[in-house]
């Protein structure tokens, strides 16, 4: 439950202060936010699934952000960012769905 | 994708359980089996328990926190994306070189068009001086014309003669030879009486008295004539002139100088009937 506030509040804060993105993040902000994304699911998934650890998820979680940063880095360092960013959403957005499904089924046992 | 739903999986066995735990082949057969063999009430409980409740765990905090931060990234990534005339912000770099260069071409072409432009507005601006210099050119010339023609009133330096015939013994040739004389000292503009004097005036007898353009008038002959007055009144005064022939004839004549001789009898424009110019 405090999960879920956090979450809601986080959004409004975002919504409310509208902080001018820094110029160096901006690349990074929406490939990170689907990354995190991808682990708050895989997280839900294993909390259905009566194995969720906190420790995993907060590693996971950030693991999952530096990664998809990195990896945007490194294609616009070799010219083939927007490629590449698009190659990591594609993942991400394939274990979202599987991780959906999954959560799916718990829920409505279909 | 099953693949990778392991790869999510695996390190939270790994790292929940221990080492011998971890059997890759076994996993995913037993998730897949456990799922719909287990009472599926107890993923939802969980999930129940997890939201109703609301317990001050160490994870709910620490999840709370990564989902803040989440929270706060999407708003603030959704918010920048939907700026309003921000819809370059997510075109890639050579996108934007194309549209730079577009906008380059774009601004030439039409600086180009601007100097054109103002160039023909030099143009016509010049034309219309040209023309308004013009037009002052010929208001000046029908004014200078006008005085000639008598068509307009003249002021200026001159002299006044007036002519005390008592005895009627004036004619129209004495007149005459007086507008001669004062013509030919350079008279610009003369008024006999109330009646312009111009190239086409005539004098005539008519009975006692002296008709100028067909008007008569009467003793005293006044005549205000514009010119230089140094010219003017020696040439009236000169020895067995306009003034002694007069005086011969015992009319009293007075000349006088005037630094403002005002002429403002006028003639009406006349379009000749007969001739017409030929330089056409």
Known sequence: MIAVLGLVVGVVAGLLVQPEVP???VPYLPIAVVAALDAVFGGLRAMLDGIFDDK???VSFLSNVVVAAL???L?????VGSQLSTGVVV?????IFSNAAAIRRHVFRA | MGNQDENDETPEYRLRKELPEEVPAAEPADDAAAEPAEPASTGRQRLVQGLWPPRVTRAQLIVAV???GLGFGLAVQVASNSDSGNA???ARQEDLVRILDELGDRSQRLEDEKQGLEKQRQELENSSDQAEEARKQTVEKERQLGILAGTVAAQGPGITMTIEDTKGTVEADMLLDAIQELRAAGAEAIQVNGVRVVAGTFLTESGKGVSVDGNKINTPFRFKVIGNPQDLEPALNIPGGVVQTLEKEQATVTVERSGKIVVDAL?????????RSSDR
Do not use: C
Request: glycine share 12%; hydrophobic share 60%; charged share 25%.
């Open chain 1, 23 to 25: 110029a160096a993040v």
């Open chain 1, 56 to 58: 995993v998820f907060v």
């Open chain 1, 71 to 73: 990896i945007v880095f």
């Open chain 1, 75 to 79: 294609g616009d360092e070799l010219g």
């Open chain 1, 91 to 95: 993942v991400l957005g394939i274990r």
């Open chain 2, 66 to 68: 990564l989902l803040f």
């Open chain 2, 88 to 90: 370059l912000r997510g």
């Open chain 2, 267 to 275: 003639r009406a424009a006349k379009r000749p009937d007969y001739a």
